[in-house]
């Protein structure tokens, strides 16, 4: 099957401008999710969708980012206006519901630069 | 909340010996538990998991992790490192909230280094 897909792999900005990350789950996937990873740290959970209502954003910084997943299938992360600290690589996974725990599948990421 | 600790930051290990990397949780339930690895300038990817039953789990490329609830442990472990196993490996705890959804938290990551 396709992974999951994210574009563009790699930008370059300066702070206060915006910027937008697009993932293509694995089809028929129903959740979703949007991870930050800070260089050195581990990656962290921004954003959950379940099909295209929100599970968990409880830390999206919604001053600044934003994410929507219309029809349930694609997904947009968009910053504005980004912050030096905004520079992290943003990974896209999804995972298909079943009865119990399922597993998630993880795309290459876009990295971000905010100079 | 739950949390994952990976006490090692950087391991370097010659290729053929064994590997041990030590993942510490925090959780007050039975956690989901994970190991996945980054190769540079790639995605996450899932070595092996832990659900319930049989304490030993066996993953992709060789490797095998065990969890002991006592020691709120889940080590990842491989007998003969390849020159190919270099990347960074993190550990990450599931909190089910109902349905099929749970939450990974993930450790900082162990990045390992193989020397020929």
């Known amino acids: 099957e396709a992974g999951v897909a994210q574009s563009p792999r790699y930008k370059i900005i300066e702070k206060r401008q915006s910027v937008a990350f697009w993932c293509n789950p694995i089809s028929g996937h129903a959740t979703l999710y949007w991870y930050q990873q800070i260089l050195g740290q581990g990656p962290k959970l921004l954003i959950q969708?379940?099909?295209?209502?929100?599970?968990?954003d409880s830390q999206l910084p919604k001053d600044r980012f934003s994410a929507e997943r219309l029809k349930g299938v694609d997904s947009t992360l968009k910053i504005q206006p980004a912050k030096l600290e905004d520079s992290a690589v943003y990974l896209c996974?999804?995972?298909?519901?079943?009865?119990?725990?399922?597993?998630?599948?993880f795309g290459a990421g876009s990295r971000l630069t905010v100079l | 909340a739950q949390s994952v600790t990976q006490p090692d930051i950087h391991i370097t290990v010659s290729e053929g010996a064994s590997l041990e990397l030590r993942c510490n949780y925090s959780y007050g339930a039975t956690p989901y538990l994970f190991w996945y690895v980054q190769s540079p300038g790639q995605g996450l990817q899932l070595l092996l998991k832990?659900?319930?039953?049989?304490?030993l789990v066996q993953g992709i490329k060789g490797f095998e992790a065990e969890f002991k609830r006592s020691q709120s442990s889940f080590n990842l472990r491989k007998p003969s490192v390849h020159w190919s196993d270099a990347a960074e490996y993190f550990c990450a705890v599931g909190r089910f909230r109902g349905g099929s959804n749970y939450k990974l938290t993930f450790g900082k990551g162990t990045l390992l280094t193989v020397n020929p």
């Open positions: 832990y659900f319930s039953g049989d304490t």
């Open positions: 969708f379940q099909n295209n209502g929100v599970v968990d």
């Open positions: 996974a999804s995972s298909l519901p079943s009865s119990g725990a399922n597993v998630l599948t």
